[in-house]
Nanobody, 119 residues
Framework: QVQLVESGGGLVQPGGSLRLSCAAS????????MAWYRQAPGKQRELVAI???????NYAEAVKGRFTISRDNAKNTVYLEMSSLKHDDTAVYYC?????????????WGQGTQVTVSS
């Protein structure tokens, strides 16, 4: 079993920055993708950023140039650096990891962390 623990959310003013962290623990390996999603009230969950094991990254158009996804392999942690935050970035942010471990594919989600952008 794998556990994902997110942290770093909170209240920030428009134009501000936050860094989200997602630490993975448990017995696993062979991570293929690590990603961040978000879900705003009344909206569907959407992909924000994704990073493959090869280092390729992709971002939603709405966050390109403002958000950066990165990974610390030694800590099994994925980060989302967010800057120039806008009201529309307000949402619950979830991390997700997927891969194959001992021939079995897996897909885990974190519990979510609230990000509120407000003056």
């Amino acid at each position: 079993q794998v556990q994902l623990v997110e942290s770093g959310g909170g209240l920030v003013q428009p134009g501000g920055s936050l860094r989200l962290s997602c630490a993975a623990s448990g017995s696993f390996g062979g991570i293929n993708t690590m990603a961040w999603y978000r879900q705003a009230p009344g909206k569907q969950r959407e992909l924000v950023a994704i990073r493959t094991s090869g280092g390729t990254t992709n971002y939603a158009e709405a966050v390109k140039g403002r958000f950066t996804i990165s990974r610390d392999n030694a800590k099994n942690t994925v980060y989302l650096e967010m800057s120039s935050l806008k009201h529309d970035d307000t949402a619950v942010y979830y991390c997700r990891i997927g891969g194959v471990w001992r021939t079995r594919p897996y897909d885990y989600w974190g519990q979510g962390t609230q990000v509120t952008v407000s003056s």
